[in-house]
């Protein structure tokens, strides 16, 4: 059977079967293209364990593929051929013998607390060209440093998901498709509050929270994208979206916030995911020392 075809099959029950969202399908469809493209294999037959595993090594060993890369890829190629043998096409799995690199355990990049504050004093004094897009660049920075959400997450956020009377945001069909509820700080409900009242005078009727200067929509990943290069390099700290959520989660930590209350702030299915943060918190590490009772 052609390859392609099961691909956009796959793709297909993994959207609307199993609910898997755009990231992951898209992790799929990539995964599955580089391996067609580089094994220059068309049919399913011609698949063998043989020539997977020798497509594993050489982009370990020629391409260079980190731990991860390596893992990705496995994980992709092994849930569609899982599908292949569900679906009565094959009679076995092709991946499932290969051995997988162990993941290297590295801290995870974040901002401290005094880069965190320097990052929201360059988003807001930056020369601008329009007062609205000060405010509205504030807010989502700020958005991302208070709350932790996902880049996908705050650009999904609707003006009926903030509740700042309750000092609330409402993250909905989150990672997992898990809904959740994060607490809003008096910091960022009046950044948001300033934000808001910047938008209505602009007339900005869209949905979306954070809505687009020049059209009367909200605002893209891609956008959010263009925005952290334009302040990354005016501010020289080295940051994305991602590195944001997890300055987020150690800041809460040398805050005092317990495990199980981050954990659900985070959206993480285990409470183990969440334990990672303890390991990139000095500060939270060094606070347990005096315990030591000998101290």
Known sequence: MDLQVLGSQFESYSTHI???????????????????????VRELEEVTPGMVRTWFFHGRSD????????????????????WCIHEGHLAQNPVADIERPRLEKKLRRKLTKQEALQL???AYNYPYPHAYLRFRNHAMLATFIFAGLRKNELVNLTLADVDLENRSILVRQGKGSKDRVIPINPTLGGILTRYLQERKRLGKTCPQLF??????????????????GQIRRASKLQFSAHSLRHTFATLMLEG?????????????ENIQTTTIYLAASVEHLRSQMPKHPMG
Do not use: P
């Open 18 to 40: 199993r609910g898997f969202s755009k990231d992951t399908v898209r992790r799929y469809h990539g995964a599955l293209g580089l391996f067609l493209r580089e094994t220059q």
């Open 63 to 82: 391409r260079g593929w980190s731990a991860a890369t390596f893992q990705t890829y496995y994980k992709s190629l092994l849930v569609f051929f899982r």
């Open 120 to 122: 929201l004093e360059y």
């Open 211 to 228: 809505a687009s200067f020049i059209r009367n929509v909200g605002i893209t990943q891609e956008g959010i994208h263009l925005l952290i």
């Open 256 to 268: 005092g916030c317990d495990l199980y209350s981050l954990s659900k702030m985070m959206g993480h």
